[in-house]
């Protein structure tokens, strides 16, 4: 697993909001992103929260972080596609990624409170 560094991508950057659930926000994230840098499915999982998600298709290529937000852990997230990852595709992704994992805790966040009530 890798962490998801701070690249800098030439391409702007999609801005993803605070989200009412992880599905939605990862939808949000699979149709933005597609301008950038084509890939096929995206699976995201927490266990410890009990939360997971797949949107398109996974496919035979595929890369993993582990994501986290301050030290905290956020979760795993997997994305692929039919042909594989150049360097600059995993600087792509990784600069995307850098863009929702703020967005995801927050929902998280939200989502747990809501469950609390």
Same mark, same amino acid.
């Given at each position: ?53 797949? +949107? ?22 997997? +994305? ?6 150049? /360097? ?12 929702? +994992? ?9 989502? /747990? ?5």
């Amino acid at each position: 697993m890798e962490n998801a560094g701070n690249h800098q991508s030439h391409a702007s950057k999609p801005s993803f909001q605070v989200n009412k659930n992880v599905k939605q926000l990862f939808e949000s994230f699979f149709f933005e992103a597609q301008v950038i840098l084509s890939f096929d499915g995206v699976e995201f999982e927490n266990n410890h929260a009990n939360r997971c998600c797949t +949107i398109g298709i996974p496919a035979k290529h595929c890369v993993n972080y582990r994501l986290f937000a301050n030290q905290d852990y956020v979760g795993e997230l997997r +994305i692929s596609r039919n042909s594989r990852f150049t /360097d600059s595709d995993f600087a792509s992704l990784e600069n995307l990624i850098s863009t929702v +994992i703020e967005p995801l805790r927050k929902t998280m966040t939200y989502q /747990d409170a809501l469950e609390s009530l």
